[in-house]
């Protein structure tokens, strides 16, 4: 994509400025610089009127008859920033301009060019003004199809690599999109090779820091932006556009200095497409469904007043108030594989999912709140009358889901089992354990629900048609987990179960129990961090403790300090065992920690400092882990 301007260069390529026989008599270097208007002057003190990227028109008349005052003339226009001076001969140099003009023009790096012939300026000025303002004319449908093509996106609820691959199109140029801990989200080449573009991009991410939201890194050659809606940022969308030295025109265009104005545009415009695709959330759900899922979501975000929820819940046959509430996520064990066929399946993978927790509330005659509530996951809020039948109501749920799954897998449960008893009738004195394998008849440690292996999950039909072979043969695991948040007594407290216990069911996704239900005592401070791994807030927490010791071994890659600082914590701070674990003297090892001291202004020495960047490496482990 060009500069909005023409350049030095661009302008002296005109007719009415070749009629002229131009020659460049110093500032080669400069001849890319933007012209952003042209004036003629014939006075030497003209700089005072000037704003910058303007190109000096003069027959040289009014100029200073001495060295100094041509030096300073020269001065004074490069000090502000002009495009360059074209200088007409004839009427005060007739056979040249004066050679201390050129010396100045050449130490300063402004073009300086003799016209040789006489040419009427007005011919100049019209030809390049048109030229500016068809550029800018140019420019304006271009940023308008920017606005439209992203318009469209969002309308449509495209995906990230789709808004991604747009945005590389119509730069031109490779676009990334990373979280706030530099790992890719999403990337297109635009055609370059895309193992160079990301090789080593954390490192390399972490290099580029540009002031401001939107900005320029000169340095790193990357135009970048910051993602995110409703006070929540949540990654960077970068743009790689070639230094200002390297581009034509590009060190004077605002508002990104470094880059033309329309690709500020563009990258913004992504930006914002990216942020309002997170937030909306596309499914195909009955009406009630619908309900369901606004009232989940309205207590998980804030998006509404509680009491309104508890009127709305009331209305559909839930009733809420003055109930026991507890929270309750269920989902796939295995990762999402949306990535390897797509959304469709995807969804139908959800919604079976969806359909399943639904069925087994029913089955446990449960009056519950459930829907999706993310890609993978689905919640309940269950609504009991009183403390005492929660641990009953839960097994029976978890029975009652094992059963749905079976039936769907098999068409009928294992021998011996009693489907009504499986719904309600479980000993809650027994463990919980002991009262799912009472549901089903068998021992599902041992024998995967009692059928089949390759036939126990609910829609396996689904399940194959998503990745090709069952899911959960050979894990010897269920593949649901089943979460339950900590029970709350009024409505206001909801929320905190429901994401108490979305949070125990991604740490079992780490556990390689297969306990019916995941309850808080199951889940220890790593799998905590590693489920809370895409919480902005962790990432920055990560930022804000180890930051700048990421990017002074980004810097310098030989000296890994990170590697000593966790030797050091995961030793107790006890150094001689930390220098032994990191295979290094106690003398190399003291004095590395005294760097990573002043690198992060802390006192290892503080018990409280230490278990801060403790928890902080642990959540980068988190973060960094797939």
């Known amino acids: 994509m060009s500069a909005v301007f023409p350049t030095v260069r ?12 131009p020659r460049v008599v110093a500032g080669d270097e400069g001849l890319d610089r933007p012209v952003r208007w042209v004036h003629v002057a014939e006075v030497p003190d003209i700089a005072t009127l000037l704003g910058g990227g303007e190109l ?12 100094a005052g041509l030096r300073a003339f020269i001065g004074d226009l490069a000090d502000v920033g002009v495009s360059g001076l074209v200088v007409e001969l004839g009427r005060r140099y007739v056979s040249g301009v004066p050679r201390v003009m050129a010396a100045a023009a050449e130490r300063r790096g402004l073009p300086l060019v003799e016209l040789r012939r006489a040419t009427p300026f007005v011919r100049i000025t019209e030809a390049v003004h048109a030229l500016i303002v068809d550029a800018q004319l140019t420019e304006l449908r271009a940023t308008e199809e920017i606005h439209q093509r992203f318009n469209d996106l969002s309308v449509e609820g495209a995906d990230a690599a789709e808004v991604i691959r747009q945005a590389a199109e119509l730069s031109g140029c490779p676009v990334v999109l990373e979280n706030l801990s530099r790992q890719v989200l999403g990337y297109d080449p635009a055609g370059e090779s895309a193992e160079l573009l990301l090789d080593g991009w954390e490192q390399h991410s972490r290099r580029i820091r540009p002031a401001g ?24 969308l970068l743009l790689r556009w070639p230094a ?29 497409t990216l942020a309002l695709g997170r937030l909306i959330r596309r499914d195909a759900e009955g009406l009630e469904r619908q309900i369901h899922r606004t009232l989940l979501t309205a207590l998980l975000d804030h998006s509404r007043p509680v009491d309104e929820v508890g009127l709305r819940a009331k209305a559909l046959g839930v009733v809420l108030d003055r109930r026991h509430l507890v929270g309750v996520m269920v989902r796939h064990r295995a990762d999402d594989p949306a990535g390897e066929v797509g959304p469709e399946a995807s969804q139908a993978r959800l919604r079976d999912l969806s359909e399943a927790v639904g069925q087994a509330l029913r089955e446990a005659k449960l009056t519950a709140l459930t829907s999706a509530v993310d890609d993978n996951s689905v919640g309940a809020l269950l609504a009991l009358p009183d403390p005492a039948a929660e641990d009953r109501a839960l097994s029976a749920f978890a029975s009652a889901l094992r059963q749905v799954r079976l039936d769907a897998g098999t068409g009928r449960p294992a021998p011996g089992v009693e489907p009504a008893r499986a719904a309600s009738g479980v000993d809650v004195s027994r463990s919980a354990a002991d009262a799912s394998r009472a549901a089903v008849g068998v021992d599902t440690a041992r024998t995967g629900f009692g059928v089949d292996p390759t036939r126990a999950a609910f829609g396996v039909e689904a399940a194959r048609s998503v990745v090709g072979v069952d899911p959960f043969r050979g894990t010897g695991q269920s593949g649901v987990i089943v979460a339950a948040g900590s029970g709350v007594g009024t409505l206001r407290e909801a929320r905190r179960s429901l994401v108490e216990a979305r949070q125990i069911a991604e740490a079992a996704r780490r556990d390689r129990r297969d306990l019916p239900i995941f309850r808080l005592p199951h889940v220890g401070l790593a799998g905590l961090l590693h489920l809370l791994r895409d919480e902005p807030r962790l990432q920055t927490f990560v930022e ?17 300090l990170l590697d000593t600082l966790r030797a050091y914590l995961e030793q107790g701070r006890n150094k001689s065992a930390g220098a032994a674990a990191a295979h290094l003297s106690r003398p190399a090892f003291y004095e590395r920690l005294a760097r990573i001291a002043r690198i992060l202004d802390v006192d290892l020495d503080s018990v409280e400092a230490s278990l801060s960047l403790h928890v902080a490496l642990l959540a980068l482990e988190a973060v960094r882990t797939p």
Do not use: F
Not at 10 to 21: C, K, N
Not at 56 to 67: E, Q, S, W
Not at 217 to 232: E, F, I, K, M, N
Not at 251 to 256: K, L, S
């Open 244 to 272: 200002s030295g390297d581009v034509p025109g590009a060190q004077a265009v605002e508002p990104t200095a470094g880059s033309p104005t329309r690709l500020t545009i563009l990258i913004e415009r992504a930006a914002s």
């Open 56 to 67: 000096v028109l003069t027959t040289g008349i009014g100029l200073p008859a001495h060295d």
């Open 10 to 21: 661009e302008v002296l390529a005109l007719d009415p400025v070749r009629h002229g026989a």
């Open 544 to 560: 804000r403790e180890l930051g700048a010791l990421l990017e002074y071994d980004a810097r310098h890659p030989r000296e890994r």
């Open 213 to 236: 939201r939107t900005a320029y890194d000169p340095d790193s050659g990357w135009l970048v932006t910051t993602v995110g809606a409703r006070g929540q940022d949540w990654g960077r």
